[in-house]
């Protein structure tokens, strides 16, 4: 008997864990509604790194996490972004941190297919800040662009595209 509570306990809990993955986000997250669910995964312009990101559901909804993890590099790079809608700006907003201990804030525009990432101010572990612009273009059902553009404190820019690629979630 134990062993069917046991049994059904991690049904119902796997169940309900699925549920909150594939749940429906607020209204003002429809622009990022296709993400919910998956992984997306994309290959760097040097071939070598491959980037993942997988988003999920947070607070039935309320939030969205997009947890990511860069390979193929000198070491594993990860980093974890939760986006959230700020009634005071009236926009989507967002917190990223990572591994290396670096952290950035910034907004999401949505509009036309495609979510713009304006100015984000990225601030490294050593206190050295980029500003990161990037725009992510819908293609299909199953695959999305993102361009970055990073601009260092000296004025050089640094810019990269990678094709998505919808994958199942981990």
Not at 27 to 44: K, N, T
Not at 78 to 99: H, L, M, R
Request: hydrophobic share 35%; proline share 2%.
């Amino acid at each position: 008997m134990k062993n069917l509570i046991f049994v059904i306990t991690l049904i119902v809990a796997s169940a309900n864990a699925d549920a909150e993955h594939h749940a429906t986000l607020r209204a003002e997250f429809e622009s990022l509604q296709f993400l919910l669910g998956s992984c997306w995964e994309g290959e760097f312009p040097d071939g070598i790194r491959t980037d993942r990101h997988c988003f999920e559901s947070v607070y039935d909804g309320k939030h969205l996490r997009d947890r990511h993890v860069v390979k193929g590099g000198a070491s594993l790079y990860q980093g974890e972004t939760i986006y959230s809608w700020s009634v005071d700006v009236n926009k989507i907003t967002y917190v990223y941190w990572n591994s290396l201990g670096g952290v950035s804030t910034g907004t999401a525009t949505p509009g036309d297919g495609q979510i713009a990432f304006p100015d984000e101010s990225y601030v490294g572990s050593n206190g050295e800040t980029v500003t990161i612009s990037s725009v992510w273009e819908n293609i299909t059902d199953d695959s999305y662009d993102s361009l970055i553009v990073e601009t260092f404190r000296d004025g050089d820019t640094k810019e990269r595209r990678v094709r998505y690629q919808k994958r199942p979630l981990d």
